[in-house]
T-cell receptor, first 120, second 112 residues
Framework: DTEVTQTPKHLVMGMTNKKSLKCEQHMGHRAMYWYKQKAKKPPELMFVYSYEKLSINESVPSRFSPECPNSSLLNLHLHALQPEDSALYLC???????????????????FGPGTRLTVL | DQQVKQNSPSLSVQEGRISILNCDYTNSMFDYFLWYKKYPAEGPTFLISISSIKDKNEDGRFTVFLNKSAKHLSLHIVPSQPGDSAVYFCAALLTGANNLFFGTGTRLTVIP
């Protein structure tokens, strides 16, 4: 089973709203990721969590606030977003982290279906 | 600066024939390469991967070839099926890092 689930599938919000995106995996993976994908562009990394701790923040604005309540869940809290933040937000997970072992297939990242976010 | 490049934005192939998708990279510190398939408004689906210590990996109809000296990899799909029609991304991991670098994608259309 390589399933990563994300909710909601679609989200429309105003610039003053507060909302959250949720991601869940039950594969025992130790690393979880948030990516952002704009139309006709490849996904871009936002955050990496390893062992429930934030390990990478790719200079993401503070209006995006990640949270990892436990090893299976990853949230992305949204507040005061701008219309240009509209995109597909993808969650991913992998079993191992770089440096733990030699590079193996357990470093493969598995993606969820994404949340299509529209900011009005 | 795009470190992983897919120079063909689209490819059309007849059903039953071979599809060859290409990918080039510039950073010699990439040590793991992956291919993902993506449908519109969905997340990327992992297809196949290869470590930099290998030059070929095969899984069913999918084979990935890696030419380290040329910094080039390719995905072969044979035989191609209409259900293979999607956008294919190659991606790479740097040694010691977990952030994936994606190419810009190639849209494959398999014609019945």
């Amino acid at each position: 089973d390589t399933e990563v689930t994300q909710t909601p599938k679609h989200l429309v919000m105003g610039m003053t709203n507060k909302k959250s995106l949720k991601c869940e995996q039950h594969m025992g993976h130790r690393a979880m990721y948030w990516y952002k994908q704009k139309a006709k562009k490849p996904p871009e990394l936002m955050f990496v969590y390893s062992y429930e701790k934030l390990s990478i923040n790719e200079s993401v604005p503070s209006r995006f606030s990640p949270e990892c309540p436990n090893s299976s869940l990853l949230n992305l809290h949204l507040h005061a977003l701008q219309p240009e933040d509209s995109a597909l937000y993808l969650c991913a997970s992998s079993y191992t982290l770089a440096g733990e072992t030699e590079r193996t297939s357990t470093d493969t990242q598995y993606f969820g279906p994404g949340t299509r976010l529209t900011v009005l | 600066d795009q470190q992983v490049k897919q120079n063909s934005p689209s490819l059309s192939v007849q059903e039953g024939r071979i599809s060859i998708l290409n990918c080039d990279y510039t950073n010699s510190m990439f040590d793991y390469f992956l291919w993902y398939k993506k449908y519109p408004a969905e997340g990327p689906t992992f297809l196949i991967s290869i470590s930099s210590i290998k030059d070929k990996n095969e899984d069913g109809r999918f084979t990935v070839f890696l030419n380290k000296s040329a910094k080039h990899l390719s995905l072969h799909i044979v035989p191609s099926q209409p259900g293979d029609s999607a956008v294919y991304f190659c991606a790479a991991l740097l040694t010691g890092a977990n952030n994936l670098f994606f190419g810009t994608g190639t849209r494959l259309t398999v014609i019945p």
